[in-house]
């Protein structure tokens, strides 16, 4: 499934300064900092890897969800819709938990 290109030039946007990779995973593409998930777009939006602490202050985003790959429930994750992720100030408020989770992580040495 194809990812919307420009939300993810939003994205990158919202990253700029922030020290950030890019890869293709999940069918989508993935932002990183420091070898960990910040945030990615998908067919079907965005998700944020937000942290197990802080999923419920992302879930009142509204159009935020549980992100749900496999039929699971992904601990940490938050899927926001297309609609939603065109919002600035919605999809500020989760990259704002996403990189703070991200930050608080360790870096992870280069593969």
């Given at each position: 499934m194809a990812f919307d290109e420009g939300l993810a030039q939003l994205m990158r946007d919202d990253l700029a300064g922030e020290?950030?990779?890019e890869r293709k995973m999940f069918g989508g593409l993935a932002f990183l900092l420091d070898g960990h998930m910040v945030c990615g777009v998908h067919g079907g939006g965005a998700m944020f890897r937000v942290g197990k602490a802080n999923e419920a202050a992302a879930?009142?985003?509204?159009?935020?969800?549980?992100?749900?790959?496999?039929?699971?429930?992904?601990?940490g994750?938050?899927?926001?819709?297309?609609e939603a992720a065109a919002d600035d100030a919605r999809r500020g408020r989760l990259m704002t938990l996403a990189l703070a989770f991200a930050k608080s992580l360790p870096p992870k040495e280069p593969r």
């Open positions: 020290r950030v990779t879930l009142a985003v509204p159009g935020a969800a549980p992100m749900d790959f496999t039929g699971r429930k992904m601990g994750m938050i899927d926001l819709s297309d």
